[in-house]
């Protein structure tokens, strides 16, 4: 075989207490779709945005073509043919889809910024992506899973030779995420080589020519496209065996606790949403992205308050204006965007999950500073957060120990009922069991869970019931017995075909 | 604590220097007058790095000042009220000063630069109209009230030196605010919103209250301030009273580790950057002869000040991971 396109020897990083890469070494091929994976924390984002230039390596050597090279910048790695699409969404929320896209390499004419050409080629990558949306559209008004979807287009504008995507189905549904496997294999016939970084194995059996897994900053073994398996690759990971079985036992449900009648989102004010939650019960939301499944949760919780209806949290009406009010009654959210809700990035881990505890555990307006470890300490280990201390600054964490620590802070106030919003959205194998115990052990203590998740897997594996939304309507919803892929589809979808 | 390590530092030197240069430097007088000016300073520092620590500004500080250094005087010498209802009234228009701002800035979301930047304006014409634009004062009276500021009290086995009063309203103003920012949940609370507002709303904070709660602490110290300065000084003259405050206020903050993106800020290093600005004056005043180019040196120590501070920061990170390189490969 020739020199691989590019190539990463013996690659060492280290950070303050952590040394996330211990001499990696990656090989990668023209026209080949390469899969790394590993646990949280394995260092995946840490390699590669040492190719993406975003960070500088302590030690080894990058080769492309068998040369080595020195990627020095952001700007370094472009000119090389080398496009990230990070982990965490880095878009100008105040800007348009269009200027997003073509942010920094902006087409001047006669001096100024060529906008209506910037609006027209950026429809061009919108439709490789399958985005409906105007490129006139600002960014911040955009759901999270479309965002997602700019990023991508983006990084397709840039016609990189090497293309690097980090978790970048980690807030699409399926119908999205199809969309980008048809736009990954297009790249690969047109001779394009991807980096393609994933929780979900489903994925990467379906698209990966090979397997890299990383485990603790070093290599753990490389699986070619015969030896793809859900279990080699669990194996690699985590080092011992995890089977795929979703720990779910059906629920006898309890009383009624959350009651809704007519609510209406401001989002979608023409639908009105109605349903009930028991205590012990685990319910499911699906829906494609922008269903309203998100801002159904936000108005339930007091984010953006209900136009109209009635709400009963046992059998108490209640109509929070404030997550202050909703957590007052019981309620608890695990937010989607962990970035700008859920975590705050310069906090302490403890002092983050132990933010919204705060009002319970205080003592006279003083905060109790012991039940504060306590809890944290708690945390970090039944969620097995990846931290060297509990006073690590939440930043340095890898993207699926931020989760936990979202939803160690909600777990910590021992809600009566806990929306979860996509929660195990970046998280490894090893630890979505682990959520998905919790989740069966809080149903088995009477908790009442909601769950939005757009992993098909999850929503048949942990629901005791699902409701599937479509365009701000509940479409329907269907009990245990009558869950399936196709059945949930064709409500998602309310009866259109599926674009694939 | 090991932020503050630096500007302590650049403090100890500025006395140092100031000492070689000037004998008066450490002279009883020099220094009593010295601790008075920096406790004054240090008292609406306090103020408006809560404000700061929530991710906003306050411009108005050196007007409110002005407000209450003039109205004070004002309604006891010339509209003839009594003691109780002149300090009462000063205080509710401090109180009610930071609630508007904190009901306008969170509730109509307007910026918080252009509402106080108004309140700058506003309320120093507000005490130039009602004074007619002449110098207010106590003239010989209301001696009693003027201790306040202008009190000694003798510390005992130390001859020579006696603390200024407003000394002790400064330490008990710092003590309550080092308490409520790192014991309480409220303090807690507005560090949270000042890094990411919106994840500390969906963690129950209410931020809104807690924002508002900060501008009234601002305005409430900025009126103590402005009291104490006018008790001291026994006039004041409403063109210039408390004029630019607001910026060495947020000097001192800045200089004390308070970053404006907010959420972050120590009581201590405030003190000590109101304590570093107010030395710098003096060297400038005791040494020199231009008092004028006052601003410049001040604005050049301040941004010397932050650079060093950045770069200390990168140099302990890259030494922390170095460490960490070390300690682990060396077991192996
Ligand atoms: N800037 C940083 N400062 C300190 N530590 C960091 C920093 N960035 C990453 N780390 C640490 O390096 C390790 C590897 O992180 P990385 O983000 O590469 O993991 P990952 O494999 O992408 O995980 P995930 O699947 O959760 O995204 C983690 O332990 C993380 O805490
Ligand atoms: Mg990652």
């Not at chain 1, 397709?156 to 990954?184: C, H, Q, W, Y």
């Not at chain 1, 999850?458 to 409701?467: C, K, P, Q, T, V």
Request: charged share 20%.
């Amino acid at each position: 075989m020739s020199a691989p396109l590019l190539e990463v020897r013996k690659l060492s990083k280290s950070f303050p207490g952590v040394r996330a890469l211990k001499g990696v070494s990656i090989a990668l091929q023209p026209a080949e779709v390469l899969a790394v994976i590993g646990e949280n924390g394995a260092g995946k984002s840490t390699l590669m945005k040492i190719l993406a230039g975003v960070q500088r390596p302590d030690s080894g050597a990058i080769l492309m073509n068998g040369a080595e090279v020195e990627i020095r910048s952001v700007h370094d790695a472009l000119a090389r043919g080398i496009a990230l699409i990070h982990q965490e969404l880095n878009l100008a929320d105040n800007l348009d889809v269009a200027s997003n896209i073509f942010l920094g390499r902006e087409p001047l004419r006669g001096g100024l910024v060529d906008t209506k050409r910037i609006r027209r080629e950026a429809r061009k990558f919108l439709d490789a992506v399958g985005l409906d949306v105007d490129p006139a559209t600002l960014v911040g008004t955009l759901p999270i899973g479309c965002q997602q979807l700019v990023e991508i287009a983006k990084a397709l504008s840039v016609n990189a030779r090497v293309l690097i995507m980090d978790e970048p189905t980690s807030s699409l549904s399926a119908g999205e995420a199809e969309k980008l496997f048809k736009v990954i294999h297009d790249l690969r016939s047109s001779g394009v080589s991807v980096i393609y970084i994933s929780h979900r194995l489903g994925e990467v059996k379906k698209l990966a020519d090979r397997v890299t897994v990383l485990r603790d900053g070093e290599n753990a073994g490389d699986l070619a496209r015969e030896e793809i398996s859900h279990n080699g690759m669990v194996k690699l990971m985590v080092g011992r065996d995890i089977s795929q079985f979703y720990p779910h036992e059906p629920h006898t449900p309890g009383q009624i606790v959350l009651e809704v009648a007519g609510i209406r989102t401001p989002a979608h004010p023409g639908h009105a949403l109605s349903f009930t939650l028991c205590a012990g019960e685990i319910v499911g939301v699906a829906g494609l992205v922008g269903a309203g499944r998100t801002e159904m949760l936000e108005t339930l919780f007091g984010v953006t308050p209900a136009l109209g209806g009635t709400m009963l949290v046992a059998g108490k009406e209640i109509a929070p204006r404030s997550p202050l009010e909703a957590i007052g009654v019981g309620l608890a959210l695990v937010p989607e965007d962990r970035k700008r809700q859920g975590v705050i990035l310069e906090m302490t881990v403890r002092d983050n999950v132990s933010l919204a505890s705060l009002r319970k555990d205080q003592r006279a307006g003083f905060r109790n500073g012991r039940r504060e470890r306590e809890l944290s300490a708690e945390m970090i280990g039944s969620l097995r957060i990846k931290t060297p201390h509990d006073r690590q600054i939440v930043q340095f964490l890898s993207g699926g120990n931020q989760q936990k620590v979202v939803l160690g802070k909600w777990l910590a106030l021992r809600p009566r009922v806990l929306f979860l919003d996509e929660p195990t959205r970046g998280i490894d194998v090893g630890a979505k069991q682990e959520i998905y115990r919790l989740m069966e052990e809080l149903a088995r203590e009477g908790v009442a869970i909601l769950f939005v998740s757009s992993e098909m897997e999850e929503i048949l594996g942990m629901s005791d019931r699902a409701l599937v939304m479509h365009e701000g309507r509940i479409t329907g919803e269907l009990a245990r017995a009558g869950l399936s892929d196709e059945a949930v589809m064709r409500l998602a979808t309310a009866g259109e075909k599926v674009a694939a | 604590m090991k932020k503050i390590l630096g500007i302590t530092a650049l403090l100890a030197l500025v006395c140092i220097i100031t000492a070689i240069l000037s004998e008066g430097f450490l002279s009883g007088y020099n220094i009593e007058n010295l601790a008075r000016r920096t406790a004054l300073l240090g008292i609406i520092s306090i103020g408006v790095a809560f404000v700061i620590i929530t991710g906003g500004i306050d411009l108005s500080v050196g007007s409110v000042v002005c407000l209450v250094g003039c109205g004070l005087p004002w309604l006891l010498t010339k509209q003839n009220w009594s003691m109780p209802a002149a300090l009462a009234a000063v205080a509710l228009v401090s109180v009610g000063i930071g609630i508007f701002h904190g009901v306008i800035i969170t509730k109509l979301r307007i910026a918080p630069f252009v509402v106080t930047l108004c309140g700058l304006m506003m309320y120093r014409g507000i005490a130039r109209g009602f004074t007619q634009d002449q110098t207010v004062g106590f003239g010989g009276e209301f001696t009693g009230l003027r201790t306040l500021a202008t009190g000694q009290i003798s510390i005992p086995f130390v001859d020579g030196f006696t603390l200024p009063a407003p000394c002790v309203f400064l330490l008990v103003a710092a003590l309550l605010a080092a308490i409520f920012l790192n014991r309480t949940i409220w303090g807690r609370y507005m560090l949270a919103l000042g890094r990411n507002e919106e994840a500390a709303r969906y963690s129950g904070i209410n931020t809104d209250r807690m924002v508002i709660v900060a501008y009234v602490i601002c305005s409430a110290l900025s009126g103590l301030g402005g009291m104490l300065y006018v008790l001291d000084s026994n006039t004041a003259q409403p063109v210039d009273f408390g004029n630019f405050y607001e910026l060495y206020a947020i000097a001192a903050a800045v200089l004390g580790g308070c970053s404006l993106r907010g959420g972050e800020g120590t009581i201590v290093g405030i003190l000590v950057g109101a304590a570093l600005i107010m030395v710098l004056r003096n060297m400038i005043m005791l040494t020199t002869n231009y008092t004028n180019i006052e601003f410049a040196i001040i604005g050049a120590v301040l941004l010397i000040g932050v650079i060093a501070d950045e770069l200390v920061k990168r140099y302990a990170m890259r030494r922390r991971a170095a460490r960490a390189l070390l300690a682990e490969t060396k077991p192996s």
